[in-house]
């Protein structure tokens, strides 16, 4: 069973650029959550994805999207980035999103820093 | 607003020892999940221990338990027998029955000391 892996690892942007981050779920999973994790603090989520749909949403503005894709890995862009952007980016998979308990599984996460 | 508050930002033990880990939490539902992850210094999170509010029975996990005051809406980790891999960030977080929203505390770094 391959768990949740996440590429790049670390990844140094400039303000105002755009980066695509990648996720992909552990093996049987088709619900993917993305966290935000400043230096420091807890995980804040973000969004999560369903079979492909967006199925809820942080307090995050429009400048942060995603997809899914039909093997259920994901993407999460960020349009003209900011300071504050700055954080570790978490991806988690779980088995569904029915709204019961399913351990979710985190992945390593990326180390994004924006100068 | 559901909310979840670690008041340790630091804890240190020494090997073999116990100790606990303090959370809060707030909320009006009635029906939710509460955790404890644990981040150690690689960066992967894994799930230490689950409760469900539901339950009255603490929940166990070999070294791990919670103490689990619904009332109080406290939910605290006790480490028994500290072993030098716990040490790690830990993350205290909750969630509502019926929805996909993880709500984290902003966490405890625990040092286990030689």
């Known amino acids: 069973e391959t768990g949740v892996t996440q590429s790049p690892t670390h990844l140094i942007k400039t303000r105002g650029q755009q980066v695509t981050l990648r996720c992909s779920s552990q093996?049987?999973?088709?619900?993917v959550s993305w966290y935000q994790q400043a230096l420091g603090q807890g995980p804040q989520f973000i969004f999560q994805?369903?079979?492909?749909?967006?199925?809820g949403r942080g307090n995050f503005p429009p400048r942060f999207s995603g997809l899914q894709f039909p093997n259920y890995s994901s993407e999460l862009n960020v349009n003209a980035l900011e300071l504050d952007d700055s954080a570790l980016y978490l991806c988690?998979?779980?088995?569904?999103?029915?709204?019961?308990?399913?351990?979710?599984?985190f992945g390593p996460g990326t180390r994004l820093t924006v100068l | 607003a559901q909310t979840v508050t670690q008041s340790q930002p630091e804890m240190s033990v020494q090997e073999a020892e116990t100790v606990t880990l303090s959370c809060t939490y707030d909320?009006?539902?009635?029906?939710?999940?509460l955790f404890w992850y644990k981040q150690p210094p690689s960066r992967q999170m894994i799930l230490v221990i689950r409760?469900?509010?539901?339950?009255?029975q603490n929940a166990t996990e070999n070294r791990f338990s919670v103490n689990f005051q619904k009332a109080a809406k406290s939910f605290s980790l006790k480490i028994s027998d500290s072993q030098l891999g716990d040490t790690a960030m830990y993350f205290c977080?909750?969630?509502?029955?019926?929805?996909?929203?993880?709500?984290f505390g902003t966490g405890t770094r625990l040092k286990v000391l030689a």
């Open positions: 988690a998979s779980s088995l569904d999103a029915s709204g019961g308990y399913n351990e979710q599984f």
């Open positions: 093996s049987g999973h088709n619900t």
């Open positions: 994805y369903y079979r492909e749909e967006e199925n």
């Open positions: 909320t009006s539902e009635n029906n939710y999940y």
């Open positions: 409760q469900e509010a539901y339950k009255q």
């Open positions: 977080a909750f969630k509502t029955s019926g929805t996909y929203k993880y709500i």
